[in-house]
């Protein structure tokens, strides 16, 4: 038994400083709430500064002769390849118009265009140009700034360098706390009659992706042993065009925002030759999904001797430094001038577009706990997630929890914090991160088969030790440990490809078998497991 050395005490907890979690806290503290924001590490280094794109949104009088919410709803529910819940699609799509303006009210600055109004940009999937945007391709940049800058205006306090490890809750099993670490291993105790977990995707999953070093799936795995569920883990979306900088290349690396090809930069091999010519009616506008697929096909035919990665070809772009200032210089850092030469690129794991079960309003299936954001699955983005849909979702479905909260506090159905069972730091299981990236990048990321599915869990078996989550690497690894798990048991079972998910043994979609969600629970020993349809009833 592991005694808390300290405890603290507030009306919501929110996991994570992303726009999700921001966005909540803020909500929440309009609506009276006391609240505590959680982040693992500095209020800034969350995954939300990495967005380059923007804010895939239809404003009332600035957008595009004919486009319309519908419209937007429309190209989601088609990169979504069958698996998105439409109601949830048409809720947070039509909250869109308002939750930009709160965000600007909160200080957020979009750049403008030069008739007036915002400046728009078209991405991969959209029939239209309505992707607002800031400091040219710096949009996530801004809406942390904003948010949090509110929240320090706001009296929303921050505990930084401090863990979630698990969830407190009650011999009945309602969540009323997180149990933490902070910087120096010390376990302490947040109690709260309610938990949002806010905390971001699982990148670091794989060798290579756009995600920062903290995005390990955290959520995830606490929400599994929570007693939650979760459904469409197997769909994780590579961004097509990740700044090549060398083989090998590991963590985080530069993204090429998709908003380069909607200003018309194309995707070439080393002869010159067009990689989506002929593949998809939008060719280079294609969903992300479409286009990564088509790339990583493209390099193992290997045109011109080059196997490891394409070019975007951005020369026709002139005020490519104006327009694209975080991408120019990444490019430079590399040595890569793109008014004068293409930009070497390849796919990298970039979003997760399953998650917690959630409604759009953040409940899950466990008393007292909500979800928002990346971590969540709230069936928006079904099998592959349309581009900037992610900040959108963010800013709707994180006011929509607060609010939950807030009516479920007032009608009573969330647990005291003083019911809590004991508190313990829990044993669970850890894989070497090396052997898990290593083996997940190989044989789970674009292009799976059974075979190579089953070298991946036993890869996990034979690296696997149980340990006590006494650290945060530990924690970490542990979470990656699980979500490796939940993944390679919903690919292994789901015998088609449709969006993000490519089995190589089988190519087609199967509409008759597969048009459904899987869902994914910890069995009692904790090991993720398919969970039976009984069980699963009511999940898209």
Not at 207 to 224: H, K, R
Not at 476 to 483: F, K, N, S
Request: net charge negative; hydrophobic share 45%; aromatic share 2%.
């Amino acid at each position: 038994m592991t005694t808390p050395r300290w405890e603290a005490r507030a009306d919501l907890l929110v996991v994570g400083t992303g726009v999700a979690g921001l966005t909540a806290a803020l909500r929440a503290r309009e609506l009276g709430l006391r609240v505590l924001v959680v982040t693992k590490a500095a209020g800034e280094d969350g995954n939300t500064r990495w967005a380059q794109g923007g804010v895939a949104v239809v404003l009332p009088g600035e957008h595009d002769e004919g486009d319309t919410v519908d419209a937007h709803v429309r190209d989601t529910l088609v990169a979504g390849a069958g698996l998105c819940d439409e109601a949830a699609v048409e809720a947070i799509i039509a909250g869109g118009p308002a939750a930009v303006a709160r965000l600007r009210e909160r200080g957020a600055v979009f750049d403008a265009a030069p008739t007036g109004g915002l400046a728009r940009t078209r991405e991969g999937g959209h029939s239209a140009f309505r992707v607002v945007h800031a400091g040219g391709d710096a949009t996530g940049a801004e809406v942390e700034r904003a948010l949090l800058a509110a929240a320090s205006d706001g009296r929303v306090p921050v505990l930084e360098q401090h863990v979630a490890v698990d969830a407190v809750r009650t011999p009945l099993g309602q969540v009323c706390g997180l149990l933490v670490l902070d910087g120096n291993g010390v376990p302490g105790v947040l109690s709260a009659p309610a938990v949002l977990l806010a905390s971001g995707g699982l990148g670091q999953l794989y060798q290579a992706t756009s995600n920062p070093e903290v995005a390990t799936g955290d959520g995830l795995a606490l929400a599994l042993r929570a007693g939650a569920l979760a459904a469409d883990v197997e769909f994780v979306q590579f961004h097509p065009t990740v700044l090549y900088t060398g083989r090998g290349a590991r963590g985080r690396c530069p993204l090429v925002t998709e908003a380069v090809r909607g200003e018309g930069a194309v995707l070439v091999d080393a002869t010159g030759a067009r990689v989506m010519r002929g593949v998809h009616p939008l060719e280079d506008l294609a969903p992300r999904d479409v286009v990564a697929a088509a790339i990583t096909r493209h390099m193992a035919g290997a045109p011109g001797g080059v196997d490891d990665h394409v070019f975007l070809d951005a020369t026709g772009i002139s005020d490519f430094a104006r327009r694209f200032p975080t991408v120019h210089a990444a490019c430079l850092a590399a040595g890569v001038d793109p008014a004068g030469e293409p930009i070497p690129v390849a796919p990298a794991a970039h979003f997760a577009c399953g998650g917690v079960v959630s409604a759009v309003d953040g409940r899950t299936g466990v008393t007292g706990l909500y979800a928002a954001g990346e971590v969540a699955r709230t069936g928006l983005h079904g099998a592959n997630r349309l581009a900037s849909n992610s900040l959108l979702e963010g800013l709707v479905v994180g006011t929509r929890a607060a609010e939950a909260v807030a009516a479920d506090l007032a009608l009573g159905v969330l647990a005291k914090p003083s019911a809590s069972a004991a508190v313990e730091l829990p044993t669970a299981p850890v894989a070497d991160r090396d052997s898990l990236q290593r083996v997940m990048s190989r044989y789970a990321a674009i292009g799976r088969d059974a075979e190579g599915l089953a070298v991946v869990g036993s890869v996990l078996d034979l690296s696997t030790v149980d340990r006590k989550l006494d650290g945060r690497q530990l924690v970490e690894d542990a979470a990656l440990t699980v979500a490796a798990r939940a993944l390679i048991a919903a690919a292994a079972e789901r015998e088609e490809s449709r969006g993000c998910h490519v089995r190589t043994d089988f190519t087609e979609r199967d509409d008759a078998r597969w048009q459904r969600s899987q869902v994914v629970r910890l069995n009692p020993s904790g090991q993720p497991v398919l969970a039976d349809p009984v069980v699963a009833r009511g999940v898209a």
